[in-house]
């Protein structure tokens, strides 16, 4: 089918540079199979490896890093507040045990992500949501 359709437009692959019948294929930072996305294991070395940041760019990029896999961590926005409070103009620098717990625990998040899965059945799904201050959060039922 992809061949046909690559046939159909007039383009062409390298035969050597394709892989076919994979059943996963490491894309973007995600493991993504047939029914499943899961975080790449080697993205998850570089945030366990992660040292505590120093300044403002280096909190900058950890919650860069982390927003990316943000979808696999329950109340993600509620446990990153503490560091990116510290990213505000005007904010003096202070790593305080807040930081360190927040910090802490994302790293924990990401070793231990969960797998993410499409609904099965054909029946209504619902949305449930809820905005605070410093989070939201929502679920599918």
């Known amino acids: 089918m992809v061949l046909q359709t690559l046939r159909e437009h007039q383009l062409y692959a390298k035969f050597c540079k394709c892989e076919l019948w994979l059943k996963s294929i490491s894309f973007f ?25 120093t300044k403002v760019t280096e909190i900058k990029s950890f919650v860069g890093l982390a927003s990316y896999h943000k979808r696999f961590i329950p109340n993600f926005s509620k446990i990153i507040t503490p560091m990116t409070r510290l990213t505000q103009k005007n904010k003096k620098f202070k790593w305080s045990d807040l930081c360190e717990e927040s910090l802490q625990k994302l790293k924990e998040c990401l070793i231990s992500a969960p797998v993410l899965a499409l609904p099965m059945g054909n029946e209504d799904f619902k949305v449930y949501y809820n905005a605070f201050r410093v989070g939201l959060g929502c679920v599918l039922m």
């Not at 930072?29 to 940041?53: M, R």
């Open 29 to 53: 930072g995600h493991v993504v199979s047939e029914n499943e996305i899961e975080v790449d294991p080697k993205k998850v070395k570089v945030v366990v490896d992660w040292l505590k940041p």
